[in-house]
Nanobody, 122 residues
Framework: QVQLVESGGGLVQAGGSLRLSCAAS????????MAWFRQAPGKERAFVAA????????YYADSVKGRFTISRDNAKNTVYLQMNSLKPEDTAVYYC???????????????WGKGTLVTVSS
């Protein structure tokens, strides 16, 4: 059974940092793309960042480029999202997702975690 479990969310002041983790289990993800999405209150879920497990290639939404970094730890089967210079508009539930085709679009993600809440105070 595939499981994606997010952790690391919390309350932080603007300008601060958080690191989110996504522990993946239940199968090999070596051919997958892993991604982070977020959903702010009253808004649609939106792409944040993605990484291709095999190549390490990374992709970012324009709104987080230069502030967020996605990475993976093969030994731990874990994907991370390092978030620096956080802004109040980064407040959202952050979801980890996995796509077996290696694409990075929301519609092709077939596995999702339950999310972790990040709140950035001004």
């Amino acid at each position: 059974q595939v499981q994606l479990v997010e952790s690391g969310g919390g309350l932080v002041q603007a300008g601060g940092s958080l690191r989110l983790s996504c522990a993946a289990s239940g199968r090999s993800f070596s051919s997958y793309a892993m991604a982070w999405f977020r959903q702010a209150p009253g808004k649609e879920r939106a792409f944040v960042a993605a990484i291709k497990w095999s190549t390490g290639g990374t992709y970012y939404a324009d709104s987080v480029k230069g502030r967020f970094t996605i990475s993976r730890d093969n030994a731990k089967n874990t994907v991370y999202l390092q978030m620096n210079s956080l802004k109040p508009e980064d407040t959202a539930v952050y979801y980890c997702a996995a796509d077996p085709t290696g694409a990075t679009t929301e519609s092709t993600m077939i596995y999702w975690g339950k999310g972790t809440l990040v709140t950035v105070s001004s």
